[in-house]
C-alpha cells in the first residue's frame, strides 16, 4: 500500500507552546496551518505558569520506583511539594495504578532512553526555533543552579546527582563566587550547592508567546482565537468551534494541553492523562540579579527564576482536577519558603495551571490516523521539549523519518 499524501492544510488544536511550535513547524515544511487558541487563556496555561528551566538533565521519567518510595515524605501534609487531594480520588488512584505499572525496569529503562533522545536535541532546537523566529535572546543557555541547606541534604542530593543520569548535561561545584552570590539572595546558611551545564531557560515567557506568534504570522500561518468543542474525522479532519463554525483541513493537530483528553475521548481514545497542578508567585524583586540562571532550592522543591516580567518562585505537584477551584494553602505555603529564605516579592502575583502528564511520564506525539495527530502530555518538561517535539511531530507528519515510537499516543490501550 503507498504511504498518504503529506497534508497540505493543518488545523493545530491548542496555542501553547507545543501547539505553537508545532504550528510554526508545520508551517515551515510548507503545510498552511490554521492555529486555533484563545489568545487570552495563555496566561492560564502551563505554557505561561511555567519555570522557564530547559530541563535537559531530567532524562529519568518521573514513574519510577524511586519516586514512589520517596511519595510519602514529600507529601504536602508533611511540608513537601506532592498533594493528593481527597476530592480527586477517583481522578489520581487509577493514574496512580498506572504509573506504578510503567515504574517497572523494563518500562523505566525504556522511557529513560526514548526522554534521553528526545532532550539531547531540546536546547539546539530551542537555538534553531528562536533563530529562525528572530528572537535568539530569549534563549539562555548558561546552565542552572541547585542550592541545598543542610550539609546533610547537600551531601545527599550531591550524591544523587552524581549517580543520576543527567543526559547532555553536566555538573560541577559552584566556584566561591558563585557561592557567595547565591548566599547573598537568602537569608538562610546554605550548605552547598551545584551548578549546570548544558541546561538553559526562557528569559521572559511573555515574549517568547510574542515571538512565536510573530513568526507564525511571518511564514504565512493563519491565528483563529477561538474554542474547539469537538473533532470529527472523515475524508481530513473536520474542527468544530464553539461558536458554531467549522474547520476543514487534510490533518488536525490535538496540542490542547490537559484538555487533549475530553477533545479525543469521542473519537475513541482512552487517555489516562492527568492535570499535574502547578503553582507560582511572581513578583518585583529588584535585588535579585536580573541574569541569574534559575536556581533551585531542592530542600524545598522550589525553583526560582528570574525573567523580564518579574521573579517567580514555583512549586507544587497537585494531582487533580484540571477545572476545580485552585487551593489557597499552596501559595500560602510558597509565601512561607519565601518568608523562611527572606526572598521578597513586591505586590506578588498568584497563579495555578495543569502540567499535562501520562502516567509513563514521556508525552503523546505523533500521528494516530492519516488525519489526526497528537502533541500533548509533556508533563514537567513541555517548556523544555517543545521546539524538539514539533520537529519531530512535523518530520513524521511529512513522511521523514521520525523516531517517535516511545510517545506513541495510542500506547495505553
Ligand atoms: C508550575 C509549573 C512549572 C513548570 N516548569 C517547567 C519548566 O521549568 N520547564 C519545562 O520544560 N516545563 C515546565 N512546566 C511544564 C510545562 O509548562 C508544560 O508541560 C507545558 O506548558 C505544556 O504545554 P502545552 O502547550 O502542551 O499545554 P498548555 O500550556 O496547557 O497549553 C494548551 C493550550 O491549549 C488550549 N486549549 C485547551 N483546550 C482547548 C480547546 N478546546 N480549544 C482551543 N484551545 C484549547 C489552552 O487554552 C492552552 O492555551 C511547568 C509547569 C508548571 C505548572
Known amino acids: 500500500m503507498s504511504e498518504p499524501a503529506p497534508p497540505r492544510t493543518a488545523i493545530v488544536v491548542g496555542a501553547g507552546v507545543v501547539g505553537l511550535a508545532s504550528a510554526i513547524a508545520l508551517q515551515a515544511r510548507g503545510v498552511a496551518v490554521t492555529l486555533v487558541g484563545d489568545e487570552a487563556r495563555w496566561q492560564r496555561a502551563a505554557s ?15 514513574a519510577s520506583w524511586d519516586n514512589i518510595r520517596s511519595l510519602p515524605r514529600r507529601l504536602f501534609s508533611r511540608g513537601g511539594p506532592v498533594a493528593l487531594p481527597p476530592s480527586a480520588l477517583t481522578a489520581w488512584a487509577p ?47 548558561d546552565g542552572h543552579f541547585i542550592a541545598w541547606e543542610s550539609a546533610a541534604t547537600a551531601a545527599h542530593g550531591r550524591a544523587a546527582w552524581a549517580a543520576a543520569d543527567t543526559g547532555s548535561a553536566s555538573f560541577r561545584d559552584v566556584t566561591a563566587d558563585e557561592r557567595a552570590q547565591l548566599q547573598a539572595l537568602v537569608r538562610v546558611p546554605l550548605a552547598g550547592a551545584i551548578r549546570f551545564a548544558g541546561s538553559g531557560r526562557i528569559r521572559d515567557i511573555a515574549a517568547l508567546e510574542q515571538a512565536l506568534r510573530r513568526h507564525f504570522a511571518a511564514l504565512g500561518g493563519v491565528a483563529c482565537p477561538a474554542r474547539v468543542a469537538g473533532l470529527t474525522m472523515g475524508e481530513g479532519a473536520r474542527v468544530h468551534l464553539d461558536d458554531g463554525r467549522q474547520l476543514a483541513a487534510d490533518l488536525a493537530v490535538v496540542a490542547a494541553g490537559v484538555q487533549s483528553a475530553a477533545l479525543l475521548a469521542p473519537l475513541g481514545f482512552n487517555l489516562p492523562l492527568i492535570a499535574e497542578r502547578g503553582y507560582h508567585l511572581e513578583g518585583d524583586a529588584p535585588a535579585w540579579p536580573a541574569d541569574l540562571p534559575p536556581v533551585v532550592f531542592e530542600d524545598r522543591s522550589l525553583i526560582f527564576t528570574r525573567f523580564g516580567h518579574g521573579l517567580r518562585a514555583a512549586s507544587i505537584t497537585e494531582f487533580a482536577r484540571p477545572d476545580t477551584p485552585a487551593d489557597p494553602r499552596k501559595w500560602q505555603r510558597l509565601a512561607q519558603h519565601l518568608g523562611e529564605l527572606g526572598v521578597s516579592l513586591s505586590a506578588p502575583r498568584q497563579w495555578m495551571g495543569a502540567r499535562p502528564t501520562l502516567p509513563d511520564y514521556l508525552p503523546a506525539i505523533g500521528l494516530v490516523r492519516p488525519a489526526l495527530a497528537c502533541a500533548f502530555g509533556h508533563q514537567h518538561l513541555g517548556l523544555t521539549l517543545a521546539a524538539i517535539s514539533a520537529e519531530r511531530l512535523a518530520a513524521q507528519v511529512m513522511g521523514d523519518v521520525a523516531d517517535l515510537a516511545a510517545f506513541a499516543p495510542d500506547r495505553f490501550r
Not at 50 to 58: F, L, V, W
Request: proline share 6%; charged share 10%.
Open 48 to 62: 505561561w505558569g511555567n519555570a522557564g528551566h530547559i530541563a535537559t538533565e531530567q532524562v529519568a521519567p518521573l
Open 95 to 141: 493514574f496512580g495504578l498506572r504509573l506504578a505499572a510503567a515504574a517497572s525496569p523494563a518500562r523505566f529503562a525504556h522511557g529513560t532512553t526514548a526522554l534521553k533522545g528526545l532532550l539531547a536535541d531540546a536546547l539546539p532546537a530551542w537555538q534553531r526555533l528562536l533563530a529562525a523566529a528572530g528572537a535568539p535572546q530569549l534563549l539562555g543557555d
